[in-house]
């Protein structure tokens, strides 16, 4: 019987379920740390969950009614942030898994946000622009009153972009009768985004990958990298990667992936996908259909940039790579990431390595609110401080505790939260 109070997981005992290995991580932590009772039991539960049901009108005169979800798990540091994404495979478990990682994460780098996240069930390739447009006002119309710039802050995250943002932004702004840019990040640059919000996550892996590299004591031209997606987060970090030195070895969509043994030229690699939409016929490298052991090859270091669930306990025995940096939320489970560590392989956690995007993401909140914009070297110089602070910070937490650096990452942001709430006290 659990001594604490917990929220259902739909899928209990189930490694897959990311809600139970964010709680996993949350509860080894909260045992370092001896973190009392009530504080555990706020600190464990999301605040605010809301499942919404949206009908769109679909270009062939039919509605549809799509299940779109909200959840605000911590705003203690400040209002709740995290992205919103579009996808078959949407479910509440996943969404609060991916709001309370926000929490973590926001407190990891000490911006000063909580934790949130929202998701659609529906297949964005199979809807045309205009379909995508009504779903995302609609759904926005429906999570309206829980949003805004001082109370939850909605970002681009799987299949949502920088247009999905505008839309979500001026729908708001519809609504409150002003334009206001600061309840969405992730924006356009026309319309207050910030320089670069689109490569920050990808920096950020790069920058986390630098850090591990010195701890770990290799050089990025001796640097052999796998990259499991090619997105946002996977092609820019791999892109960025490529440019500091380290050699690209591999990167896949979800279709297939490109290999070459003397490296991937990466600028070359992204105009290709950019034209074809897929890696497959890239002409300077082999192409491997999905699902041929793309993430066991040997190399020095793995970055899964993809989605959760892609390193489990059913090969992580075959996984080569010395270091790991999670580019995706949650693409370890709490099984196969123990497995590692206690092999000695270094994770540098999603919570820490993946913690750039929403770091510019808060430096695009600040301009809008400030009305002043700054240089892209300004935002990257700020990045790369706050990146190698909690970088620095979260390795002396894990050789004080003695523990790896993902226990490390939760034990620092859990108890800067946890900090907070003694001193705000308990409103009644
Ligand atoms: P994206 O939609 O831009 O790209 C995802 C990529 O992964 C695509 O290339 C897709 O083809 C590929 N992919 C999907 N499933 C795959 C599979 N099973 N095997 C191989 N490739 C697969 O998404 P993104 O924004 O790059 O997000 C990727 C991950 O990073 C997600 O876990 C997301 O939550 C996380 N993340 C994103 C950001 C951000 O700023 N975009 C910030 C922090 C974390």
Redesign the pocket.
């Known amino acids: 019987m659990a001594t604490h109070a917990t929220v259902e997981a739909h899928d209990t005992n189930d490694e897959f379920n990311p809600f139970l290995s964010q709680q996993e991580g949350f509860n080894t932590a909260a045992d370092h740390l001896g973190l009392e009772g009530g504080v555990r039991d706020v600190l464990s539960m999301p605040d605010r969950e809301l499942t919404v049901n949206v009908p769109v009108l679909m270009d062939d005169g039919s509605v549809q009614v799509f299940t779109g979800y909200r959840v605000q798990h911590n705003t203690l540091r400040g209002p709740s942030k995290g992205?919103i994404r579009f996808s078959p495979d949407v479910n509440l478990d996943e969404v609060r898994a991916?709001a309370a990682w926000m929490t973590w994460k926001c407190s990891v780098v000490n911006v000063p946000f909580g934790g949130g996240k929202g998701g659609v069930i529906c297949d964005p390739r199979s809807m045309s622009i205009g379909e995508q447009e009504r779903l995302t006002r609609r759904y926005t119309a429906a999570i309206l009153d829980i949003i805004g710039p001082d109370r939850d802050v909605p970002a681009?995250?799987?299949?949502t972009n920088d247009q999905t943002m505008a839309w979500i932004m001026d729908t708001y702004s519809m609504h409150e009768r002003k334009t206001t840019t600061a309840v969405v990040t992730g924006k356009p640059l026309s319309i207050g985004g910030s320089r670069g919000r689109r490569e920050?996550?990808g920096r950020g892996v790069m920058i986390s990958a630098n850090e591990a590299l010195k701890m770990v004591g290799l050089r990025p031209e001796d640097t052999r990298v796998v990259v499991?997606?090619?997105?946002?987060?996977?092609?820019l970090g791999a892109m960025l990667l490529h440019r500091e030195g380290y050699k690209i070895i591999s990167i896949?969509?979800?279709y297939g992936a490109i290999n070459n043994e003397r490296g991937l030229d990466m600028p070359a690699v992204l105009s290709h996908l950019k034209t074809n939409r897929t890696l497959e016929g890239y002409g300077e490298a082999e192409y491997v259909p999905?699902g041929e052991g793309q993430l066991e090859q040997e190399c020095e270091l793995l970055v899964p940039?993809?989605?959760?669930n892609?390193i489990t306990s059913a090969n992580c025995d075959r996984i080569k790579a010395r270091l790991i940096v999670e580019?995706?939320?949650g693409p370890t489970t709490a099984i196969a990431s123990k497995a590692l560590s206690e092999r000695g392989v270094t994770i540098v956690p999603d919570i820490l390595a993946?913690a750039g995007?929403v770091t510019v993401s808060y430096f695009e909140w600040v301009q809008d609110r400030m009305g002043y914009f700054w240089t892209e070297e300004i935002v990257n110089s700020r990045l790369e401080q706050i990146m190698v602070q909690a970088f620095q910070e979260v390795r002396q937490t894990s050789e004080k505790h003695r523990v790896d650096l993902r226990t490390a990452a939760y034990i620092l942001s859990i108890d800067r939260v946890a900090s907070v709430y003694r001193m705000r006290g308990l409103f009644s």
Do not use: I
């Open positions: 992205g991916l681009p995250d799987m299949n920050a996550t499991q997606g090619a997105g946002n987060v996977g092609g896949s969509d979800m999905k940039a993809a989605t959760e892609q580019g995706a939320n993946n995007g």
